[in-house]
């Protein structure tokens, strides 16, 4: 496997960080996760966009510019000849003494490099089980309204999945209401409507979340922001997923319960493949 590190390219066995680097001591950085698809990334521009927002909020200094960036990606993906993976971008602010303080580190680390697609016909939604976790978020968290490389919680919750044989965690706000997937936006069908957690209760503005709401419009579907507390969710018409590796995701259970199945999930995701084939030919 070819990799992206610094400018250059190199076999991933030779692409090596520092052990200073504040990225490995301190999850000291960003990242985003893409689908690429015919070569191309999807949604490439909400994604970099993101990228750049968490940067000036840590005040990293990207080293590259956006279009330096995306021949980059392009160059990757031509190197390993996989025109259908995932594009994981990571950016940390490089080495530094020791300590906290990161007045010393001044040349930001960055990497690229590409992984093997989630198996998977594309003909219709994956399905898969979920649990609730006993990881809390906190409501109005700034930190995560980006993918920042200190993901403890989210690892926690996932742990918690993979013991209990579930495919995905839920974890709950500190307010008692549910707020995400350890790595996936959370939505719920209720009296015809697609209905997510608010932004404001510390989740993060995913890019195929705001493709979902864009669908949503598109087909005249309502959907709202609102929340609700884990056990109501047996009583709604359907609950699924989004997230960038697998697009949109049908949950079958929640603890083991059954969940109710909504054709609306399928209409989305069908609507979902096709923006993606659009975007990407």
């Known amino acids: 496997m070819i990799v992206f590190l610094n400018g250059r390219f190199a076999p991933e066995a030779g692409a090596v960080v520092s052990v200073f680097d504040r990225g490995f001591l301190y999850g000291d950085g960003l990242f985003e996760t893409l689908a690429v698809f015919n070569g191309q990334p999807f949604r490439w521009q ?3 966009e993101r990228l750049q927002r968490g940067a000036e909020f840590l005040k990293i200094r990207l080293p590259f510019t956006a279009e330096a960036l995306r021949d980059f990606a392009r160059q990757l993906i031509e190197k390993n000849r996989m025109p259908d993976a995932l594009l994981r971008l990571t950016v940390s602010r490089g080495m530094g003494v020791r300590g906290y303080s990161p007045k010393s580190a001044q040349e930001p680390t960055v990497v690229m490099s590409l992984h093997a697609a989630r198996a998977g016909d594309g003909k219709e939604p994956k399905r898969w089980r979920l649990m609730t976790s006993s990881v809390r978020l906190p409501v109005n968290d700034p930190l995560a309204q980006f993918k920042t490389c200190n993901k403890l919680p989210q690892i926690l919750a996932r742990a918690e999945a993979d013991t209990a044989g579930a495919d995905e965690a839920l974890l709950i706000s500190s307010d008692g209401h549910v707020a995400e997937g350890s790595s996936s936006n959370f939505f719920w069908i209720e009296s015809g409507s697609v209905c997510t957690t608010p932004l404001a209760s510390g ?38 997923l989004s997230l960038s590796s697998a697009g949109i995701v049908e949950a079958l259970s929640l603890d083991g319960q059954a969940l109710g199945q909504s054709p609306l999930v399928a209409e989305l995701y069908t609507a979902y493949r096709a923006v993606v084939l659009a975007d990407t030919k």
Do not use: I, N, S, Y
């Open 46 to 48: 909400q994604h970099l």
């Open 203 to 240: 989740v993060l503005p995913g890019v195929t979340r705001a493709v979902v709401l864009e669908l949503c419009q598109k087909l005249g579907v309502d959907a709202r922001q609102a929340t609700v507390a884990p056990d109501q969710l047996r009583w709604t018409q359907g609950v699924f």
